[in-house]
């Protein structure tokens, strides 16, 4: 594939970041790559690995000359990466990131930005349990969706631009504004893995059930929550803080759909129970049929061999 952006800077160099360096570097989409991370552990480790060309101590640094900038740090960051980078961005650069909220990272970032830069949110709907740069591999983002969300006034070309790197990663891209991603995040993602990591805790708070039972006996149910729950508890915590207006309002229309599932175990009421669960089966099909996932007995969560470490993707 033909080169996309002459030098990458990643802000971050977790998952996401490593992800981006291994797709970009196997398809040659960039002529160079940047990095930086807060801690000299990872920029270590982000060297040693070679998926940066540079890694710099200074987010200031990893942006100069940069035409696209990535930035792949917890939500609640981002405004405070915005503040150190915005003097040193290049004229006509763009900028995106790849949180999870989008409305409070415009609102963050936005104010910290030269006129004559482009920036244009995003969010790749790709991911797995585990974090940090030796996580990453290049097939993260193959057939998973990447949301991106322009500013009003967003320069057409320099969105298509982003497009088409996300495309070449092997993403499917759609846009849509910035509240309506947050509500469909918060139904699709946001609010289950709240609940997930909510009944992992209630397993942990259950004294009548050991722990070793909870390991032991583990059905695919509960499996899939422990999964879920042990994604990352800083970029989480920073989710739920910033997208919170969405995220109630879904766990308002949960609680309310949870009593009435209740209320029909307590009487008895199969055919309630059986109606219910024939509509949300066949959401499971929709998802399979999108190739979101696959029917296999795994659930398609067999190890990935182009996954470093074991890593799953997250279906």
Not at 31 to 45: F, L, S
Not at 180 to 208: C, E, F, K, N, W
Request: net charge negative.
């Amino acid at each position: 594939m033909a080169q996309i952006y002459n030098r990458v800077a990643l802000i971050g160099l977790g998952l996401i970041a490593s992800s981006m360096a291994h797709a970009m570097k196997a398809d040659g989409l960039a002529g160079h790559i940047a990095g930086h991370a807060k801690t000299p552990e990872t920029r270590e480790t982000a060297l040693s690995i070679g998926f940066c060309d540079t890694v710099h101590a200074t987010s200031a640094e990893a942006v100069v000359g940069a035409d696209l900038v990535v930035l792949c740090v917890p939500v609640g960051a981002m405004g405070e990466v915005a503040a150190e980078i915005g003097p040193y961005l290049m004229p006509g650069a763009t900028v995106t990131d790849v949180g999870s909220v989008k409305q409070s990272v415009i609102d963050a970032v936005a104010p910290h930005l030269p006129p004559d830069v482009h920036f244009i949110p995003g969010h790749p709907i790709a991911g797995t349990e585990h974090s940090g740069p030796r996580s990453g591999f290049a097939g993260l983002f193959r057939n998973r969706w990447w949301l991106l969300t322009p500013v009003p006034g967003a320069d057409l070309v320099a969105t298509a631009r982003l497009r088409a790197l996300c495309e070449a990663m092997g993403a499917n891209v759609d846009e849509m504004d910035a509240p309506h991603h947050d509500l469909v995040l918060a139904v699709t993602s946001h609010t289950p893995h709240l609940i997930a990591y909510t009944m992992v805790g209630v397993a942990d708070d259950l004294r009548r059930v050991t722990d070793s039972e909870v390991i032991k006996y583990s059905a695919a149910g509960f499996r899939d929550f422990t999964r879920i729950a042990a994604s990352d508890p800083t970029m989480w915590r920073d989710v739920f803080l910033h997208n919170k207006d969405a995220t109630l309002d879904i766990l308002g229309r949960f609680t309310e759909e949870l009593f009435a599932l209740q209320r029909a175990i307590r009487l008895g009421d199969g055919a309630h129970l059986h109606a219910y669960f024939t509509r949300t089966r066949a959401i499971r099909r929709g998802i399979i049929e999108a190739g979101q996932d696959t029917a296999a007995p795994d659930f398609g969560r067999a190890v990935n061999s182009a996954a470093p470490d074991g890593a799953k993707p997250r279906q």
